[in-house]
């Protein structure tokens, strides 16, 4: 694996993550939730921010993953000193069903105002896939097997773009979000 893909194993218990995907069906319809088309089909996906209540855990979890990327890469430490940089407060979960996947190759940083300033991404798997259902980092030559609790972050940028792998069989649930730097960002929680 490339030494910027960062994985934590077991980073969230299998109870925390049935927590997430009961969260996600029961309110699936009252978080700002929508269908996502792409070329390789559909996904079902909602918003949340980690400053509700109901995340602040995983969100102290989740800060004190970005500080040990951050050790790990001491570069960011001097990013984190001249800019504003920490984890944006949106974030997603998505549901994939058998067959389908966020397919296009991509990267999380863009020219629209929501991803300019990502310089990270992070995503969790919610549940265990048997078969594919990974992400595929190309320029890496990397694919991770998706296991439950599971935690990636990875640099944001062109070098590190990826794409989802569809599970033919079963249904796949992520939780996704970013690291940004920027000084306009009202829902960034610094680290």
């Not at 004190?64 to 997603?92: K, M, S």
């Not at 998706?146 to 792998?165: M, N």
Request: charged share 20%.
């Amino acid at each position: 694996m490339d030494k910027h893909i960062y994985l934590k194993e077991r980073f969230l218990s299998p109870k925390q993550c049935q927590k997430y995907i009961d969260f996600f069906e029961k309110n699936f319809e009252e978080m700002n939730a929508r269908i996502f088309c792409n070329r390789t089909g559909y996904y079902e996906g909602c918003a949340g921010a980690l400053y509700e209540p109901f995340f602040q855990k995983f969100h102290m979890q989740l800060n004190q993953e970005f500080l040990n990327y951050c050790t790990i890469h001491p570069f960011l430490n001097i990013v984190r000193g001249v800019h504003r940089f920490g984890l944006d407060a949106d974030f997603n979960i998505q549901k994939y069903q058998p067959g389908m996947c966020f397919g296009g190759e991509h990267m999380e940083h863009s020219t629209k105002p929501h991803a300019v300033g990502r310089i990270l991404a992070w995503m969790v798997y919610l549940n265990t896939i048997e078969v594919d259902g990974g992400t595929h980092w190309p320029q890496q030559e990397f694919t991770s097997k998706p296991k439950a609790g599971d935690l990636y972050i990875w640099p944001g940028g062109w070098t590190h773009s990826h794409y989802g792998i569809s599970a033919p069989n079963e249904i796949k649930y992520i939780m996704t979000g970013w690291g940004c730097i920027s000084d306009k960002n009202p829902h960034q929680i610094q680290v």
